[in-house]
């Protein structure tokens, strides 16, 4: 005899689980309004359409990147944002600093719909650093770093490999939560990109990682997806940093929970990032 469908209520737990607990978009969009500014009659929602979004912007890397051969050679100009994010990043010496900038910093947009700055968790002078995607909502209640189902999990593959969060540093590419769980913007990803690099220069780990496709695309400077970049290691600097790291990429935790079959790869991951750790 087949299952029962799993009920409304079941449905709702899975969903809040895996970090969906909004369904809204970035913007608001009135559906009793006629394409000609007109009030529809109603009963007739859904006349007029959502506005078009423009096309997004591709983040201005703030400080060079190692690269591969066949990657970019320079990196592109920065906008105004960008300029006032890299110039407040740069002035921190030590992460307190580089929180305070971030906390008087008001050009992410993020910032208006998140309720806490989520910046680090961990030690400050850790020998590896995981930077994720961007806060959920958990971890937007707590102004904390992976703190929901995906960073428990995150917590057990450390204890995998004997680390924890006193001896590892773990942050996001962006410190506010995206409405709805969404993947950060391109815009979004540049104003907050110096902030992120400055922090890898005051911390000056010995290994980075990257945990999901868009923080592996981010650090890494590759568009390749993270099934095709994980096993690998790549050299990872910036001018601040006295020397590289060696950086890689593995699935986000929040993957893996939908998506446990990818687990036994990620747990051969973090055996090669141990045996990475040892090595240097």
Sequence with gaps: MADPPPSPRDV???YLGAGVDETVGEAPVDRYAAPDGKVAAPGRPGLAEAPTPAPPMAPSISRSISR???DPAAPPSRNGTVQAAFDAATAATDLDDLHRA???FDGCPLKKTATNLVFTDGNPRARIILIGEGPGAEEDRQGLPFVGPSGRLLDRMLASI???RNNTLISNIVFWRPPGNR????TEIATCLPF???LVELVD???VVALGGPAAKTLLAKSEGVGRLRGHWFPYSTPG??????????????YLLRTPAQKRNTWRDFLGIKEKLESL
């Design 12 to 14: 709702l737990d899975w």
């Design 68 to 70: 591969g051969p066949s």
């Design 102 to 104: 971030l906390a008087a």
């Design 162 to 164: 004997g680390l924890d």
């Design 183 to 186: 993947n950060p913007t391109t």
């Design 196 to 198: 992120v690099e400055r």
């Design 205 to 207: 780990p010995a290994v």
């Design 241 to 254: 940093m006295p020397r590289p790291a060696q950086a890689t990429a593995v699935y986000h935790p929040a």
